[in-house]
């Protein structure tokens, strides 16, 4: 059984499906979510976590605090669903490997540093695109260039709004996180026993 952490700013819908999935899903036996930490101390998925009785802490610019936090809580793996804030470099270290996140366009394309929420539909629209997607992908240093995990697209219909895309997305975003969590416990399972 795997530790997660989700780090999470809004509403934890990702959160709650992430949940979901170790109770009664494919990350069943596979992985708990043991903490939730969360920068904005008024984010919806606080109250989700307080009431899946989940561990959750309001902690903001104290890399020092996260990392004790991860450590009591013997926490494995760190997920971002919806986390407003660049990782550091002093976390990525001691989780290399282990952090993943949550983008809600194909990436590479309409990733980036202003890149986030209803920009990043606009922007697709804007584009023209036929086809957006989400992202799981590690973190990196960086915003959402890390190693992708799992992608998967949908179409852009000619009438979709920023809002209508973004909900659809949003579905597919709920089906890819644990499925990608649970591909990359199984791999670190794998080269845990390989050792
Ligand atoms: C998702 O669209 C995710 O891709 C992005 O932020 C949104 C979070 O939604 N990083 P929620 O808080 O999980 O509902």
């Known amino acids: 059984m795997k530790k997660i952490a989700v780090f999470v700013s809004g509403g934890g819908s990702n959160l709650q499906s992430i949940i979901d999935q170790t109770k009664n899903g494919i990350l069943k036996n596979l992985a708990a979510v043991s903490l939730v930490i969360?920068?904005?101390?008024?984010?919806?998925?606080?109250?989700?976590?307080?009431k899946e009785k989940i561990k959750s802490l309001f902690i903001k610019n104290s890399d020092e605090k996260v990392l004790q936090e991860l450590k009591i809580s013997q926490i494995d793996l760190i997920c971002l669903a919806g986390y407003m804030s660049l990782i550091s470099s002093k976390i990525i270290d001691v989780y290399n490997n282990?952090?993943?996140?949550?983008?809600?366009?194909l990436l590479p394309k309409f990733g980036?540093?202003?890149?986030?929420?209803?920009y990043v539909h606009q922007a697709v629209i804007k584009a023209g695109e036929k086809k957006s997607g989400a992202t799981v992908h590690f973190v990196d240093e960086n915003y959402d260039t890390g190693k992708i995990i799992i992608q998967k697209e949908i179409p852009v219909f000619e009438n979709d709004t920023s809002e209508i895309l973004a909900k659809r997305v949003l579905e597919i975003e709920h089906k890819i996180y644990p499925e990608a969590i649970k591909s990359v416990i199984l791999k670190m399972s794998d080269n845990e026993q390989k050792r």
């Open 112 to 118: 980036g540093k202003k890149m986030y929420g209803h």
């Open 38 to 50: 969360s920068n904005n101390p008024s984010a919806f998925a606080l109250q989700r976590a307080k």
């Open 98 to 105: 282990r952090i993943l996140n949550i983008h809600p366009s």
